[in-house]
């Protein structure tokens, strides 16, 4: 049969991405224990298309993300996935992005009970032929802040919301922070942790812990970007924090984008 997409173009366009996106496979990812988790990923993965080419073989790509979704996966196999990409597309570049739900278990701070709770999770990788992957992490973390204007000027109480915090990191070649470490590193940022299941002597200990540890939106990002400066190997890094604020109709935000020299 006629390959229509082998046939030569003449308007002389080389485009950046192409390839799909929205597919939804379930994918492995590699755990801190050394096990993996299955997962439902949303993915995009795409080639450079030269000039020359009219189009892509798009079936090629599910062959692809089919393999590897039945490997465990973490950023240095994510190298392999994208060189294979490159080989099978006969392209100089590829990137992928896959987004998925993580769920790490938390215990209850009073009652000790366990519950998991869910992360929203991207990586995200470039490969150029012949060059070494450009691996991006992202995770959004839930928390609890407690304004400290509120706690100062009330004479009961004060009001809480619940927020999220947003990193995108990159590394330097070689190093990794687990997710679950990440995790937990930008949980001690909130004025409290958020729980899946709490008893009653758990909502008694998080509504305190909140009140005792009062911060802005601004507060969180400031001290999540310091804890972020001193995590091994970070080159890069971009933070967002925004608060579901409980007195308004809007949302409390802020952001910060940074290069770590070290």
Wanted: a negative charge.
């Amino acid at each position: 049969m006629k390959d229509v997409q082998n046939s030569c173009d003449e308007r002389g366009i080389a485009i950046q991405k192409v390839g799909v996106s929205d597919v939804h496979l379930p994918f492995l990812i590699k755990t801190k224990s050394g096990s993996f988790q299955t997962v439902l990923a949303k993915i995009k993965l795409t080639v450079d298309l030269p000039e020359e080419f009219k189009g892509t073989h798009m079936s090629r790509f599910i062959e692809i993300l089919s393999d590897w979704s039945q490997k465990p996966v973490l950023y240095r196999d994510m190298e392999y996935m994208l060189t294979d990409t490159i080989d099978r597309l006969q392209a100089k570049r590829a990137h992928i992005d896959i987004n998925f739900k993580y769920f790490i278990e938390k215990t209850a701070p009073v009652s000790g009970l366990k519950s998991m709770l869910d992360y929203d999770c991207v990586f995200s990788g470039e490969l150029a032929r012949g060059e070494h992957l450009d691996f991006t992490f992202g995770i959004t973390v839930p928390f609890t802040s407690l304004c400290p204007c509120s706690k100062e000027i009330s004479q009961y109480g004060a009001h809480n919301q619940r927020g999220i915090m947003r990193a995108k990191i990159k590394q330097q070649l070689g190093k990794f922070v687990w997710i679950e470490d990440l995790a937990e590193m930008m949980e001690q940022q909130g004025s409290c942790q958020v729980y899946p299941l709490l008893k009653r002597e758990d909502e008694k200990y998080v509504t305190e812990k909140a009140y005792e540890n009062p911060k802005f939106v601004e507060d969180v990002l400031r001290d999540l970007v310091l804890m972020l400066r001193k995590v091994d190997g970070i080159q890069w890094f971009e933070v967002e924090c925004e608060n579901y604020e409980s007195i308004h109709n809007h949302s409390a935000y802020a952001a910060h984008v940074e290069s770590v020299d070290k």
